[in-house]
C-alpha cells in the first residue's frame, strides 16, 4: 500500500466535484426498506458527496480545508479542518490558544480493513495542515465529534492520541474528542 500520496486542496472544478460526489467510504445503501448497517457513515458519506464542497467554500472566513488525496484508482481519502472559536466548556483551552475543528476524515472502502495505516497517514496529514495554517501558535486545540457508535473512527482517535472530553450517548451520540498539537 502506497501512503505518500499526493495531498492538495480540493478544486471546485468539474474533476474534483465529480470524484466528491462519487467517493465510497461505507458499505452501499441497502435495498429499498432496509436499514444501512453504519447510517452514522452514509450520513458522513452523503455530506462528502452533497455539501462538503460548498460548505467549505461558504466557510472561507473559519479557513476551512478541505485536502483529497488520489491514487491509482481516483479519490483516496478525504480531510477537512476548520477554525473554531469555542468548544465545550468540558475542553480546557488555554486563552489565546487556537482551537481547529476536524470536521472530517474519510477514507475509500479499498483502504478500509487494512489495519489503519492509511486513516492514520490521512489524520497526520491534517495535522500538519493545520501547522501549516496556524503558523503563529506553538500549541493549538485540536477537536471532534465522533458518533458514539462509530468504533472504526473512534479506534482512529485513540490511536493517534485524541482524548474523549464529551462522550456521546443515545439522546446525542456526538463525542467530543480533542489533542494538544504542539509545534
Ligand atoms: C474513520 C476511518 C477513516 C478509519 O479508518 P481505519 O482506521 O482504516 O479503520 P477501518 O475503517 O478499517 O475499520 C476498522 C474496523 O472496523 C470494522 N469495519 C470496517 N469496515 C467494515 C465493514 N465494511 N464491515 C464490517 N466491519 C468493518 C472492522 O472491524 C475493522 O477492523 P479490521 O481492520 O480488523 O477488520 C474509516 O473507517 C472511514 O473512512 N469511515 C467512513 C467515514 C467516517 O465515518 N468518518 C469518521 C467521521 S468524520
Redesign the pocket.
Known amino acids: 500500500m502506497n501512503t505518500l500520496l499526493d495531498w492538495r486542496p480540493a478544486a471546485d472544478t468539474q474533476g474534483d466535484r465529480l470524484a466528491l460526489q462519487n467517493f465510497e467510504?461505507?458499505?452501499p445503501k441497502p435495498s429499498y426498506g432496509e436499514p444501512h448497517?453504519?447510517p452514522?457513515?452514509w450520513d458522513?458519506?452523503a455530506d462528502i458527496r452533497q455539501r462538503l464542497l460548498k460548505d467549505t467554500a461558504r466557510h472561507a472566513q473559519r479557513d476551512q480545508r478541505l485536502l483529497i488525496a488520489d491514487d491509482d484508482d481516483g479519490l483516496a481519502a478525504v480531510v477537512a479542518h476548520a477554525q473554531m472559536k469555542e468548544c465545550p466548556s468540558e475542553i480546557n483551552v488555554p486563552p489565546g490558544v487556537p482551537i481547529r475543528l476536524l470536521?472530517?476524515?474519510?477514507?475509500a472502502?479499498r483502504?478500509?480493513?487494512?489495519?489503519?495505516?492509511?486513516?492514520?497517514h490521512?489524520l497526520v496529514e491534517c495535522l500538519y495542515d493545520i501547522l501549516d495554517r496556524e503558523q503563529g501558535s506553538d500549541h493549538i486545540v485540536v477537536v471532534?465529534k465522533?458518533?458514539f457508535r462509530?468504533?472504526?473512527?473512534m479506534?482512529?482517535a485513540q490511536?493517534n492520541g485524541l482524548e474523549l472530553e464529551v462522550p456521546g450517548d443515545e439522546n446525542d451520540p456526538l463525542g467530543w474528542w480533542y489533542l494538544n498539537l504542539y509545534r
Open positions: 467510504c461505507t458499505t448497517p453504519r452514522w457513515e458522513v458519506q470536521v472530517v476524515i474519510a477514507v472502502n483502504h478500509r480493513r487494512n489495519g489503519g495505516a492509511f486513516a492514520d490521512a471532534t465522533i458518533d462509530n468504533l472504526p473512527s479506534a482512529l490511536r
